[in-house]
C-alpha cells in the first residue's frame, strides 16, 4: 500500500512570507499526486492534482508543487501567505494502475497558521 | 459542479444506536468513500465502493457496515454506536473513467460530526 508522511504537523507564518508544506511519499512508481485544503467545518477542497505532465502544477489560490521523483517529494509552497490561507492541508497518492485504482492515501495534514 | 451532499452536518446519539450516515452524489461516479476524520490521525477509510451493491473494506471497518442499492447514494451504518466512535464522518465520490485531468479526484461532502454519548 501506499503511504504518506507530511512533516510538520504545524506550520506558522507571517502575512507575506513563504508558505512550504513538505510532502513525502513512498512508490516505485510515480503516483497520481494531491493537495487538498480543509477550511473550518467543512470538507476537503482540491488544491491541485499531479498527473504525468509538467513536474510543476499550478493550482488555485497562487499555490503550487513540484514533483521531484528523485527525492520521492510534493512540497507544496505559495511565495506570499495570506490570512485566508490558514487552514488544514492534505497531500495524497493514488495508485495509477491495480485494483485500488481511485483509491487515495492521505498524509496526517499540516495545519498551516497564518500571523498578521 | 460536482456535489456531494452529507445529510446531517451534527449527530448526536447514544451508546448501542444503530445510526446511519447517507451520502448522495450527483456526479455519476462510480466510486464512493467513507473517511472519518481526527485530530492528528488524518483521514482514514472506512469502506469503499467501485459499483452499485459493491463494496470493499479500508483501513479501519470494525464496527461499520456500508450500503449502496443505487449509484448516487452511500450509506455508512454504525450498527451499535460506541463512544470511540464519536468523530468527524466524510464521504466522497470520485471516477477512473474520465479524463486523466479528472481522473481519481474525488470529491468531498461537508462532513458530518457524529457525537455518541
Known amino acids: 500500500a501506499q503511504s504518506v508522511t507530511q512533516l510538520g504537523s504545524h506550520v506558522s507564518v507571517s502575512e507575506g512570507a513563504l508558505v512550504l508544506l513538505r510532502c513525502n511519499y513512498s512508490?516505485?512508481?510515480?503516483?497520481?499526486l494531491f493537495w487538498y485544503v480543509q477550511y473550518p467545518n467543512q470538507g476537503l477542497q482540491l488544491l491541485l492534482k499531479?498527473?504525468?505532465?509538467?513536474?510543476l502544477v499550478k493550482g488555485i489560490n497562487g499555490f503550487e508543487a513540484e514533483f521531484k521523483k528523485s527525492e520521492t517529494s510534493f512540497h507544496l509552497t505559495k511565495p506570499s501567505a495570506h490570512m485566508s490561507d490558514a487552514a488544514e492541508y492534505f497531500c495524497a497518492v493514488s495508485d495509477r494502475r491495480g485494483s485500488t485504482l481511485g483509491r487515495l492515501y492521505f498524509g496526517r495534514g499540516t495545519q498551516l497558521t497564518v500571523w498578521p | 459542479d460536482v456535489k456531494v451532499t452529507q445529510s446531517s452536518r451534527y449527530l448526536v446519539k447514544r451508546t448501542g444506536e444503530k445510526v446511519f450516515l447517507e451520502c448522495v452524489q450527483d456526479m455519476d461516479h462510480e466510486n464512493m468513500f467513507w473517511y472519518r476524520q481526527d485530530p492528528g490521525l488524518g483521514l482514514r477509510l472506512i469502506y469503499f465502493?467501485?459499483?452499485?451493491?459493491?463494496?470493499e473494506k479500508g483501513d479501519i471497518p470494525e464496527g461499520y457496515s456500508v450500503s449502496r442499492e443505487k449509484k448516487e447514494r452511500f450509506s455508512l451504518i454504525l450498527e451499535s454506536a460506541s463512544t470511540n466512535q464519536t468523530s468527524m464522518y466524510l464521504c466522497?465520490?470520485?471516477?477512473?473513467?474520465?479524463?486523466?485531468?479528472?481522473?481519481?479526484?474525488?470529491?468531498f461532502g461537508a462532513g458530518t460530526r457524529l457525537s455518541v454519548l
Open positions: 512508490s516505485s512508481v510515480p503516483p497520481y
Open positions: 499531479y498527473t504525468s505532465a509538467a513536474t
Open positions: 465502493s467501485y459499483d452499485v451493491k459493491m463494496k
Open positions: 466522497a465520490s470520485s471516477s477512473t473513467r474520465t479524463s486523466l485531468g479528472a481522473k481519481n479526484i474525488q470529491y
